[in-house]
T-cell receptor, first 115, second 111 residues
Framework: KAGVTQTPRYLIKTRGQQVTLSCSPI?????VSWYQQTPGQGLQFLFE???????NKGNFPGRFSGRQFSNSRSEMNVSTLELGDSALYLC??????????????FGEGSWLTVV | LAKTTQPISMDSYEGQEVNITCSHN???????ITWYQQFPSQGPRFIIQ???TKVTNEVASLFIPADRKSSTLSLPRVSLSDTAVYYC????????????FGPGTRLSVLP
């Protein structure tokens, strides 16, 4: 069974630009959640989607947004990029909503560098 | 919100058993305890999950006392490739904003 797939793996953007990251969950998994990981702040929860609806959201500004499609694939978007947005963005999927104690499985992440 | 506390770092030698303890004093009745392993530049990898008592799989064991206020991940006979950051995560229904990762434990396995 294929794991969680994230694209692109690496990208460089300029301040002020916007970026879209993509995530394909494990087949059959309907919940997708996103995390930001930086050396200073560690792993931080961004948001979670289930059945195309955002179910939970972390404490991030509105520049961070996401969506989920009917096939459970998800995208996250960051607008007006700032230097501090440079991070590893991780996507995870689970069989049901992550809000149930079910195990979440992470992708390899997308490395974003903002210059 | 079940906050977790783990040692920041640990050192061990190849072939030894390593035990990493996580404290979660505010664990809720319906919370599970899950451990993840993360190598540099990779996403965290699920190791083991439990609710109470003891759980064992092919790579680790998880010990949870009756009060569930702590848990211990046990890695038998570690090798150099077990050098990684290990995260303890506590959560159940209504994850999401409660899905808080601590700083993890950086395990260094020495030859």
């Amino acid at each position: 069974k294929a794991g969680v797939t994230q694209t692109p793996r690496y990208l460089i953007k300029t301040r002020g630009q916007q970026v879209t990251l993509s995530c394909s969950p494990i087949s059959g998994h309907r919940s997708v959640s996103w995390y930001q990981q930086t050396p200073g702040q560690g792993l931080q929860f961004l948001f979670e989607y289930f059945s195309e609806t955002q179910r939970n959201k972390g404490n991030f500004p509105g520049r961070f947004s996401g969506r989920q499609f009917s096939n459970s694939r998800s995208e996250m978007n960051v607008s007006t990029l700032e230097l501090g947005d440079s991070a590893l963005y991780l996507c995870a999927s689970s069989l049901v909503q992550a809000s149930s104690g079910n195990t979440i499985y992470f992708g390899e992440g997308s490395w974003l560098t903002v210059v | 919100l079940a906050k977790t506390t783990q040692p920041i770092s640990m050192d061990s030698y190849e072939g030894q058993e390593v035990n990493i303890t996580c404290s979660h004093n505010n664990i809720a009745t319906n919370d599970y305890i899950t451990w993840y392993q993360q190598f540099p530049s990779q996403g965290p990898r699920f190791i083991i999950q439990g609710y109470k008592t003891k759980v064992t799989n092919e790579v680790a064991s998880l010990f949870i006392p009756a009060d569930r206020k702590s848990s211990t991940l046990s890695l038998p006979r570690v090798s150099l490739s077990d050098t990684a950051v290990y995260y303890c995560l506590v959560g159940g229904p209504n994850y999401g904003q409660n899905f808080v990762f601590g700083p993890g434990t950086r395990l260094s396995v020495l030859p």
